[in-house]
């Protein structure tokens, strides 16, 4: 039973465009979001995380967006650059049940030039 | 300030033989988390361990195991590995305090490959 999903395999982007990764997740008791950039041979990168209080956190180029009532999150990369292609992952918490984190599947960013 | 580290970066084992996988969490981390990746899927928790005591367990049989020294680093082990336990492992540490405990900080992985 997948918990957090991402549906998007895969997407591409031109270079200085807007990037949207999508996510979705069924467990209302999640309450702490991430998302996390994975580039080859290397472990997912920290990028951004929210907690269920707020509805948008930015910092610099990313900005997540969660929706919680439709069970919906979202990272914008705005303008988009060739060093953001890469696995990006999704992922969720519920805090105060235990310090699992949930990962989706990932989405590969592909920006092109 | 050093990164988490794992070894060995890649191994081969055979099915039923058991494995001892490292960690060395980063400077200032008392948290260590373990996942497992398996092509074209994201992390799976394993557990974690903070100040040497299991702190959480996935959905993971008890040939996977774990061990975590006063310095923080940690080892996984798994008894009697099956064909299925070729994956990433991957090893995060985190600070215990506060939001930024779940922001972990990942190592490069060890590829395991059981043949």
């Known amino acids: 039973d997948q918990q957090v999903k991402q549906n998007s395999p895969s997407l591409s982007v031109q270079e200085g465009r807007i990037s949207i990764l999508n996510c979705d997740y069924t467990?209302?008791?999640?309450?702490?979001f991430l998302w996390y950039k994975k580039y080859p041979a290397e472990g997912p990168t920290f990028l951004i995380s929210i907690s269920s209080i707020k509805d948008k956190n930015e910092d610099g180029r990313f900005t997540v967006f969660l929706n919680k009532s439709a069970k919906h999150l979202s990272l914008h990369i705005v303008p988009s650059q060739p060093g953001d292609s890469a696995v990006y992952f999704c992922?969720?918490?519920?805090?105060?049940?235990?310090?699992?984190?949930?990962f989706g599947k990932g989405t590969r960013l592909h920006i092109l030039p | 300030e050093t990164g988490v580290t794992q070894s060995p970066t890649h191994l081969i084992k055979t099915r039923g033989q058991q494995v001892t996988l490292r960690c060395s969490s980063q400077s200032g981390h008392n948290t260590v988390s373990w996942y497992q990746q398996a092509l074209g899927q994201g992390p799976q928790f394993i557990f974690q361990y903070y100040r040497e005591e299991e702190n959480g367990r996935g959905n993971f049989p008890p040939r996977f195991s774990g061990l975590q020294f006063p310095n923080y680093s940690s080892e996984l082990n798994v008894n009697a590995l099956e064909l299925d336990d070729s994956a990433l492992y991957l090893c995060?540490?985190?600070?215990?305090?506060?939001?930024?405990?779940?922001?972990?900080?990942f190592g490069p992985g060890t590829r395991l490959t059981v043949t």
């Open positions: 467990n209302s008791m999640f309450d702490y």
């Open positions: 995060a540490s985190s600070p215990r305090t506060g939001e930024s405990s779940y922001e972990q900080y």
């Open positions: 992922a969720a918490s519920a805090r105060y049940r235990d310090d699992k984190i949930i």
